[in-house]
């Protein structure tokens, strides 16, 4: 249940990758192979044997608001966080997509995901959602959180490395700076204050 808001201040907005997932990334595999590995990686949920750090666990406390992408790892890290607390799911907020450029070799995962977003980044993205269109998606997921917190609400979001990083210079350009920095690592999480 949210807590009521009395302040007129904006509230702030923490946002926050999903913990570590399931799947096994020692592997060496081909484009076609991570393409696969990549469609597994979405539907899979966390690695056993994780505990939130307590200072996202604290923060997740203190917000009137917790979102998450519509992605498993994405909802079971929300869940490991909200204790009990509804979480909103929606889809905008999702992972920016990986299609591997068709290029010989067997490589790691990790290396196919560097190749990838290259790639994807330069516009190559196999009939799948473009930069571009990403980009959009971002502007439209940050007014999804700031509409809570311009209103006063403490917001939480429990997303995606990358698209994550997509939302940041939407947030500097409205005037929300970042006052914690996290890193990008699984667990962690960035707090952003609307500069007035």
Same mark, same amino acid.
């Given at each position: 249940?949210?807590?009521?808001v009395?302040?007129?201040?904006?509230g702030?907005?923490?946002?926050?990758?999903?913990? !570590?997932?399931?799947?096994? +990334? =020692?592997?060496?595999?081909?484009w076609?192979?991570? #393409?696969?590995? &990549?469609?597994?990686y @979405?539907?899979?949920?966390?690695?056993?044997?994780?505990?939130?750090?307590?200072a996202?666990?604290?923060?997740?406390r203190r917000?009137?608001?917790l979102?998450?992408s519509?992605?498993?790892?994405?909802?079971?890290?929300?869940?490991?966080?909200?204790?009990?607390?509804?979480?909103?799911?929606?889809?905008?907020?999702?992972?920016?997509?990986?299609?591997?450029? !068709?290029?010989?070799?067997? +490589? =790691?995962?990790d290396?196919?995901g560097?190749?990838? #977003?290259?790639? &994807?980044?330069?516009? @190559?993205?196999?009939?799948?959602e473009?930069r571009?269109?990403?980009?959009?998606?971002?502007?439209a997921?940050v007014?999804?959180?700031?509409?809570?917190a311009l209103?006063?609400?403490?917001?939480?979001l429990?997303?995606?490395?990358?698209?994550?990083?997509?939302?940041?210079?939407?947030?500097?350009?409205?005037?929300?700076r970042?006052?914690r920095?996290?890193g990008?690592?699984?667990?962690?999480?960035?707090?952003?204050?609307k500069?007035?």
């Open positions: 249940m949210e807590r009521e009395t302040g007129r201040q904006p702030s907005i923490h946002i926050a990758r999903h913990g !570590r997932p399931a799947l096994d +990334r =020692s592997v060496k595999i081909d076609r192979a991570f #393409r696969d590995w &990549w469609a597994q @979405d539907a899979s949920g966390l690695a056993d044997g994780q505990v939130p750090p307590p996202l666990c604290e923060a997740a917000s009137d608001v979102f998450s519509t992605l498993r790892r994405s909802i079971e890290t929300a869940a490991a966080v909200a204790e009990g607390r509804e979480v909103l799911q929606d889809p905008v907020f999702v992972e920016a997509p990986l299609p591997p450029p !068709r290029i010989p070799g067997r +490589r =790691s995962p290396a196919w560097v190749w990838s #977003r290259a790639a &994807w980044w330069m516009g @190559d993205s196999k009939e799948m473009s571009e269109a990403a980009e959009l998606r971002a502007e997921a007014a999804t959180l700031t509409a809570r209103r006063g609400e403490t917001v939480m429990l997303a995606h490395g990358w698209f994550n990083r997509m939302m940041r210079p939407v947030l500097r350009a409205q005037g929300w970042c006052v920095d996290g990008d690592g699984y667990w962690s999480f960035r707090t952003y204050q500069t007035l």
